[in-house]
């Protein structure tokens, strides 16, 4: 009898040590973290390099079995290897006496050279060379300082038809320090900015700086004398605290022109943001004492904002012009460049030239409702702005860059007038002489115009019936008018390539349940060759298994929507799993993948704990199909997705036994941190969870040019002429008296972008509703969490494991999954 219950005691124990045990599967999440994926995953599309002087084009790829460098004659309909990487990494070898193996050979910036019958390309060897430059000086000042060391790098020419491998002895490295410079098309002069100014130097003295950027000898000019902080001639960006800002002041800074094709001539714009309000986020974990940051952030409804000027300057005249094109109060100038050639890629030196010919600039003018637009041209003959274009609608106009056609006499130009996106033809003079492409579907932008030919390709969603209407094709069609033609057919999302002369196309193509396949096709849409497979045999390997895409209808029963679904790799039909939606409200896209990814935090991953995770899209999320469909939320930014949101919940629910509608969880980050809040308060009963990541809860204090653009701004002009602009909204906070269900709030610390500010606000609020919820700061993180977006991970699946699951049991304190893919201390 004393055995008897000695035994029951251990089995009991034994349930009980089992019933211990978590809940979710950390093991299997932990086995597709990214540090695993990127060996596992490799190379997905094929990425060309065209040549300029044939139809030739090379890339990189890289497999399982390392990577390889293929060289590609369409003509011929070739494909075939650069080099023989052993051969190569052997004769590497003998050089730099580093030991170079084919498998893992690292070749940096690789280009053809001008024949195109050779190339270039660096090494960096484990030798260090002393960096002599600078270092006297600094030595006068402190007796205990060392020679600077770094990597030496070797630089190769490689000949291809005789396959012999050269060392280039007189080769220098571009130096990345003088990113401040803007070269003129003919390398004469040199443009850059200074203190707020802007300055300039010939060729000679360049060469001195691409030497050494302190050699007292350097002359510069001096071009302007009006520029001053916040109203510089250099673009302001954001990232700099004030201490680093205070230590780079005197140094050298980038300036944005645009120039004439004889670098006589240059336009560029000059924001003045001197009244525009200041904000600041403050360095906590800064050494040795955290600093402040501070910017200017023009927020939605305010008066102060900034204001654009369009400026030319000419070296002839030694003058700056600022050109008189004010059209709206407190509106937007968008100046456009000439579109690179494809060919060009690779060139150490690309300058960017106006839109436009010797005579005329294209430009758009964008009043701040966004409710019109002007494309414009500045006639430098004529000294005026001529009006070419004029786009009206009563919510917001999106529009691309048009394409000057025919030395500037025709330009194509995209619209939704008819509530689609679509190209038309239009005069130099804004004559409308067509419309190339109509219908019910959505044209997304131009790939490229053979004037040769008169031909537009284009890419294109939602023209082909039976597949989602995302799926992305390219198409062509006459200028002169015709149908259109389908150049990549195929179920699957397309992304393409075209040559500058337009015979040519590169194209990837994939779904979220198909591996990533690579094809070469010609001007009519006639595969060439097959490229590339990708290899994910290694993610097979590990157990991975593709999403399910599925469609459903809105909360209006009427509107198709489309989402995926992941699945834990372990799934058993026969079980209940929580749901976890994975959301981004738009209007600029939507959380939904269209083709393979191997970014899978939010999806793939965050089901391995254990639940169904989808992403879908809802009305008003996405500008890739209808305009109705884009600017259903317009004026109803908090609430306008949650009803779909809702909707899919009781769809999917009705449909798979295995979801379990009682535990739905929800997340998203940044408008998704915003919407996965926003659906615990109006449909509490409903979302049960959520982890609510960098959300812009308060869209009055988000950026103006976001929150005003896709909720909408009141223009009202007094009696007397004056204009304000009024802007109002509803907020997270508001609801905060409603949370029933287990949220967390998380945001990094110097969120510039989306400020904190958002997010405490949100949280007092709950504070003083008397909820109980869970805040999670990230020190030292920008809007995207770098370097803890996988503590957070885990922190993540804590939560949903906890309050979805049931698993109760405190995790340990060492987040051990993610431990042992970090490499140890040394």
């Known amino acids: 009898m004393r055995k008897l219950l000695i035994l029951l005691f251990a089995l009991s124990l034994a349930g009980g040590l089992k019933a211990q045990e978590r809940i979710g599967n950390y093991e299997l999440a932990a086995r597709f973290s990214p540090q695993k994926i990127d060996k596992?995953?490799?190379?997905?599309?094929?990425?060309?390099?065209w040549l300029k002087n044939s139809d030739r084009f090379w890339y990189e790829y890289e497999t399982s079995e390392g990577r390889n460098w293929y060289l590609v004659d369409p003509a011929r309909r070739t494909k075939t290897e650069l080099f023989d990487r052993d051969e190569l990494a052997m004769e590497i070898t003998r050089i730099v006496k580093d030991p170079y193996d084919g498998q893992h050979l690292k070749l940096d910036n690789l280009k053809f050279l001008e024949d195109e019958n050779a190339i270039s390309f660096e090494v960096k060897s484990s030798?260090?060379?002393?960096?002599?430059?600078?270092?006297?000086?600094?030595?006068?000042?402190?007796?205990?300082?060392?020679?600077?060391?770094?990597?030496?790098?070797?630089?190769?020419?490689?000949?291809?038809?005789?396959?012999?491998?050269?060392?280039?002895?007189?080769?220098?490295?571009?130096?990345?320090?003088?990113?401040?410079?803007?070269?003129?098309?003919?390398?004469?002069?040199?443009?850059?900015?200074?203190?707020?100014?802007?300055?300039?130097?010939?060729?000679?003295?360049?060469?001195?700086?691409?030497?050494?950027?302190?050699?007292?000898?350097?002359?510069?000019?001096?071009?302007?004398?009006?520029?001053?902080?916040?109203?510089?001639?250099?673009?302001?960006?954001?990232?700099?605290?004030?201490?680093?800002?205070?230590?780079?002041?005197?140094?050298?800074?980038?300036?944005?022109?645009?120039?004439?094709?004889?670098?006589?001539?240059?336009?560029?714009?000059?924001?003045?943001?001197?009244?525009?309000?200041?904000?600041?986020?403050?360095?906590?974990?800064?050494?040795?004492?955290?600093?402040?940051?501070?910017?200017?952030y023009a927020m939605p409804g305010e008066k102060d904002q900034p204001q654009t000027d369009l400026l030319h300057y000419s070296f002839e005249d030694e003058e700056m012009t600022e050109l008189p094109i004010w059209t709206f109060k407190d509106q937007t100038v968008g100046l456009w460049s000439q579109p690179y050639p494809v060919s060009s890629r690779d060139d150490d030196f690309r300058p960017t030239f106006w839109l436009g010919d010797e005579d005329e600039v294209y430009f758009s003018i964008t009043s701040r409702d966004l409710k019109r637009v002007d494309i414009c041209r500045w006639n430098l003959t004529m000294n005026e702005k001529e009006v070419v274009i004029e786009e009206r609608s009563n919510t917001y106009i999106d529009f691309i860059q048009p394409a000057l056609i025919k030395n500037g006499e025709e330009l194509i130009w995209w619209s939704e007038r008819d509530g689609w996106g679509h190209f038309y033809l239009y005069g130099r003079d804004g004559s409308l002489k067509r419309q190339l492409t109509s219908g019910a579907f959505h044209t997304a932008g131009i790939e490229r115009v053979d004037e040769q030919n008169s031909r537009l390709f284009f890419a294109a969603n939602g023209r082909e019936d039976g597949e989602d209407p995302y799926y992305e094709h390219l198409y062509s069609v006459s200028l002169n008018g015709g149908e259109i033609s389908l150049m990549t057919p195929g179920n699957y999302n397309h992304s393409s390539s075209v040559n500058d002369r337009g015979n040519y196309a590169v194209v990837n193509y994939s779904r979220v349940d198909t591996t990533p396949e690579s094809i070469l096709i010609d001007r009519s849409g006639r595969k060439i060759m097959d490229l590339e497979t990708a290899d994910l045999s290694q993610l097979f390997a590990a157990g991975y298994q593709f999403p399910e895409p599925f469609t459903f209808k809105a909360d209006d029963g009427i509107t198709d929507l489309y989402g995926v679904m992941y699945k834990p790799f372990d799934f058993d039909s026969t079980k209940k799993y929580p749901l976890v939606q994975y959301v981004y409200p738009g209007p600029q896209t939507e959380a939904v993948n269209k083709s393979f990814s191997s970014s899978m935090d939010r999806t793939d991953r965050l089901a391995q704990f254990g639940f169904v995770v989808v992403t879908l899209g809802n009305r008003g999320g996405h500008p890739a199909r209808s305009k109705w469909y884009h600017n259903y939320g317009y004026g109803d930014l908090r609430d306008y997705g949650l009803a779909d949101k809702k909707a899919a919940v009781d769809q999917l629910a009705d449909r798979n036994d295995f979801i379990d509608r009682n535990k739905v969880g929800i997340h998203g980050h940044s408008g998704g941190g915003f919407m996965s809040t926003a659906a615990m308060l109006v449909y509490p009963d409903v979302f049960k969870v959520a982890v609510s990541s960098a959300g812009n809860h308060e869209n009055n204090i988000y950026n103006r040019w976001w929150s005003e653009k896709h909720h909408g701004v009141k223009e009202e002009i007094s009696a007397e002429g004056d204009t304000t602009f009024v802007y109002q909204i509803e907020k997270n906070p508001d609801l905060a008296k409603n949370l029933k269900g287990h949220l967390m709030l998380s945001t990094g610390d110097v969120d510039n972008n989306v400020h904190p500010a958002g997010t405490i606000r949100m949280a007092e609020a709950l504070i003083k509703a008397g909820k109980r919820f869970e805040f999670v700061i990230l020190p030292g993180q920008r809007h995207g969490y770098g370097s803890m977006r996988e503590y957070f991970f885990w922190k993540m699946g804590d939560y949903f494991t906890r309050h979805l699951l049931g698993d109760n049991i405190p995790p340990p304190v060492d987040m051990i999954e993610m431990q042992r893919d970090k490499p140890k201390d040394k």
């Open 127 to 296: 030798s260090e060379m002393v960096l002599k430059k600078d270092w006297e000086e600094i030595k006068m000042k402190d007796d205990s300082a060392t020679d600077s060391l770094e990597k030496k790098t070797y630089f190769f020419q490689f000949d291809i038809d005789t396959q012999q491998l050269t060392e280039r002895i007189d080769a220098e490295k571009d130096p990345e320090r003088l990113s401040w410079a803007n070269i003129a098309p003919d390398s004469s002069k040199v443009l850059f900015v200074r203190n707020h100014n802007l300055f300039m130097m010939d060729k000679e003295n360049f060469l001195k700086a691409v030497k050494d950027e302190k050699d007292s000898t350097i002359v510069e000019i001096q071009l302007t004398e009006d520029g001053e902080e916040n109203y510089s001639y250099t673009y302001s960006g954001r990232g700099d605290d004030n201490v680093e800002k205070e230590k780079e002041k005197e140094d050298r800074k980038p300036v944005s022109v645009r120039w004439n094709q004889a670098g006589t001539e240059f336009v560029m714009t000059r924001t003045d943001s001197r009244q525009v309000k200041d904000l600041w986020v403050i360095h906590n974990t800064r050494n040795p004492r955290p600093t402040l940051e501070t910017y200017k």
């Open 40 to 49: 596992m995953v490799f190379s997905t599309s094929v990425s060309p390099h």
